[in-house]
């Protein structure tokens, strides 16, 4: 008979040796009763799905109705709330992408699924061999398919934020700049495998983990949903005042405006009427519309800035006197390249609604590396193109230096910042609303709530006018934890927690990751609130 033991926030289970194990009920109804097994007829039950491996838990922990007569209409509405799960995380993850930059708690949508009360850990153990009717049943093909995954992945990782690349890879040089991406790239990217293993290891032990705070939450406790979720709001609130920032760095106001300038405030206060009304729209699928309208003018935008690096650098070459290496604002430069990379908070919900999890894990690499791809086309090819970048938009800098089109350009992705401003916002208002208001999970609080978040960051982008220096703090302040930092420690943990095995190669390597991000961070954060003070 197996032994249950408890360690940390997930009951550890030691059973028969070998053979699979089938997890019994769907991870909806595994949410709703706290067990892993969720609902199903007992042994000889008249749906006749299996039998129970194990009992020792007592009879308190089933509840009225799993093991009677009642079982198949259980089993019926367990298999509705499954499928109305899948769907609210397709439809989260169509709302969330529409944005580009990523969510990086992935929280629309995303406690609110998980029905059952985090606070307290699933209990594994539960074995249920299928019954005669289960055996060999097909279900109808669900979910995205490895091209629509791929493309979530592109759009979840390719926004705004890479325009702010060319700057960054000006502050390094033209040989530490690609390297030194290729480090962070490379990083980000195994840390997005990692937070997938950890998810996939959770679900062996019974426990459903839909979104990056619930990873955290059911391997470090209530602390690992905390610590999540303050750099979720610190790294939203910060793309936000971003996106103002960017607007009035980028808006063509003399173009439009007949020659007269405005300051850098009034610009901001220019720009906020647009997310204030937005913020009015509480149901992420009222704003796919929006959503559909920013990635078009961000696609028009980016395949202009490349077709114009191109012909610069078939008709000139590139730029003279540009140097190999840049250490003194290398900080500058890791900072906007972590912004660019925060991707990784969109990852389990994009994984969540993939047709085959099991493949998944390819599709995300090749869709990073076109990704990646994508970031040193318009980074580092416009420092070789243009030479030293000075402004934090590309976009802003070629309008600068006369080129022509870019005022409609840097209208097209100053609408396009302004559209996706309330998808950026939500994850910041879900957190916020639940710990100042109390609301539920998933619940972004009143439309009173998120205008006074939005005039915040309104307010921050007023006070800070140095674009490439905000994002700078944003990427090394927020967006390190979350990609370099976390997913390290949390596969740790729980190699620790469920009594893996790890060598010390093993353990070097991943305490050398979580290492060298906290160290980026750190030099990061203090270099941007340095160039903040500055200037």
């Not at 194990?54 to 499928?83: C, E, K, N, V, Y």
């Not at 009015?280 to 009222?286: A, F, M, R, T, W």
Request: with cysteine; net charge neutral; aromatic share 6%.
């Amino acid at each position: 008979m197996p032994a249950v033991r408890r360690s940390g926030p997930v009951a550890r289970v030691r059973g028969r040796p070998g053979g699979p194990r089938r997890e019994a009920g769907p991870p909806a109804a595994r949410a709703e009763t706290g067990l892993p097994g969720g609902v199903g007829a007992g042994p000889s039950g008249p749906a006749g799905s299996g039998r129970l491996a194990r009992r020792a838990a007592g009879p308190a922990m089933f509840g009225q109705g799993l093991l009677g007569p009642s079982a198949p209409r259980d089993r019926r509405a367990a298999a509705a709330r499954h499928d109305g799960e899948r769907a609210d995380d397709e439809a989260a993850v169509q709302g969330l992408l529409g944005g580009g930059d990523a969510a990086p708690g992935g929280r629309l949508n995303g406690r609110a699924a998980n029905r059952g009360d985090p606070a307290k850990p699933a209990v594994s153990g539960l074995e249920v061999e299928p019954g005669p009717g289960e055996r060999g049943a097909a279900a109808a093909p669900q979910g995205a398919t490895e091209l629509q995954s791929y493309i979530n992945v592109l759009k979840a990782n390719v926004g705004p934020g890479c325009l702010s690349l060319p700057y960054a890879f000006s502050q390094a040089g033209t040989v530490l700049g690609p390297v030194g991406f290729s480090v962070l790239a490379a990083m980000a990217l195994y840390n997005m495998h990692l937070l997938l293993d950890c998810q996939d290891r959770l679900k062996r032990q019974g426990v459903a983990a839909k979104t990056y705070g619930d990873v955290a939450q059911h391997t470090l406790g209530d602390s690992g949903r905390a610590l999540v979720d303050l750099f979720v709001v610190i790294t939203q609130v910060g793309i936000c005042s971003i996106y103002l920032v960017f607007f009035a760095d980028s808006f063509p106001v003399e173009a439009v405006n007949g020659g007269i300038r405005l300051e850098h405030w009034q610009l901001v206060l220019a720009a906020t009427p647009l997310p204030l009304a937005l913020a009015y729209i509480s149901e992420v699928k009222h704003l796919t519309p929006y959503s559909l309208a920013a990635n078009v003018a961000l696609a028009v935008s980016l395949l202009f800035v490349l077709l114009l690096v191109a012909n610069q650098l078939q008709a000139v070459g590139s730029a003279e006197g540009l140097p190999l290496a840049v250490a003194g604002t290398l900080p500058l430069f890791v900072g906007n390249v972590v912004f660019s990379l925060e991707g990784i908070g969109l990852v389990l919900p994009i994984a969540n609604a993939a047709r085959d999890r099991q493949r998944f894990p390819r599709v995300l690499t090749h869709g990073m590396l076109t990704s990646f791809a994508i970031f040193v086309s318009v980074g580092w090819l416009s420092y070789l193109a243009f030479g030293t970048i000075s402004d934090g938009s590309i976009t802003a800098e070629l309008e600068n230096r006369g080129l022509a089109g870019m005022e409609l350009v840097n209208v097209l992705l100053c609408v396009a910042i302004l559209l996706t401003y309330p998808l950026q916002l939500r994850p910041a208002a879900e957190v916020l609303s639940q710990t100042v208001n109390g609301t539920p999970p998933g619940n972004p609080g009143s439309f009173l709530f998120r205008s006074g978040i939005v005039v915040g960051t309104a307010g921050l982008a007023a006070s800070v006018p140095n674009l490439g220096a905000i994002i700078g703090l944003c990427g090394s302040g927020g967006s390190a934890m979350l990609a370099l930092i976390m997913p390290p420690l949390l596969e740790l943990k729980q190699r620790r927690l469920f009594d893996e095995p790890t060598g010390p190669a093993r353990a070097y390597s991943l305490g050398g990751v979580a290492a060298f991000g906290a160290a980026v961070a750190l030099w990061g954060t203090v270099s941007a609130a340095a160039e903040i003070w500055v200037h």
